[in-house]
């Protein structure tokens, strides 16, 4: 294993060719509180630093940003939706699962035109070598991350950032991940590392033996 992939998983690249030219017509943003068991291994693995930071500058629940898009199929000739996210790796499927206390905000200035392929590649060209690794805590110079600077930069590179809906994303933790020592942010970015590999071996890095299909 040579380190975190830095392409999208076979799945994914088979999804695209699939359904990559279909046009989008309709952006939602959604935000969920993290699930109980991640927060409680980053408070573990921070030696309760995280906790502490969270109560000292007042949040309440860390948010996982995603986004639903809706897609033209013309092949079957019905409306179909793909989850845009960024987890340990990214994340593109047609499996759409939204929580139950999920909040969300549609992309309202979105009037449609862009493919699929057309909307992950501006996001890929203006994030450059930070489109595919994965950091929850990211640097003032590694902007696009984590998930939440995923969705900004699918919005800011394709024209649909407003006001509205960057601060419906944005959480500041910036504040927060001063309070971690070093030390707990390389653990924190080296089991990341570490899962991202573990993708590798379970689902392959540049050829898939099978064949996808959506």
Do not use: W
């Not at 943003?29 to 991640?38: Q, T």
């Amino acid at each position: 294993i040579r380190g975190p992939r830095d392409d999208y998983s076979p799945s994914v690249r088979n999804l695209l060719k699939q359904i990559g030219n279909f046009q989008i017509t309709k952006l939602v943003v959604i935000r969920e509180p993290v699930k109980s068991f991640f927060r409680k291994l980053t408070n573990i693995l921070t030696l309760g630093q995280f906790d502490t930071a969270l109560k000292k500058y007042g949040v309440d629940n860390v948010m996982h940003l995603y986004m639903v898009a809706d897609f033209n199929d013309t092949q079957r000739g019905l409306t179909r939706q793909i989850i845009l996210e960024k987890n340990h790796v990214l994340n593109i499927s047609t499996n759409v699962k939204i929580g139950e206390d999920a909040k969300t905000m549609q992309v309202n200035n979105y009037s449609g035109g862009i493919t699929i392929n057309q909307f992950l590649e501006n996001a890929k060209r203006g994030l450059g070598k930070d489109y595919f690794p994965y950091r929850a805590l990211p640097t003032a110079g590694t902007p696009g991350t984590n998930c939440q600077g995923y969705i900004k930069a699918l919005l800011q590179f394709n024209n649909l950032l407003t006001p509205e809906l960057e601060k419906f994303i944005y959480q500041d933790m910036t504040e927060i991940a001063k309070e971690i020592n070093p030390v707990s942010k390389k653990i924190m970015n080296g089991i990341t590392n570490l899962a991202s590999q573990a993708d590798i071996l379970m689902n392959g890095a540049k050829l898939s033996k099978y064949l996808y299909t959506y």
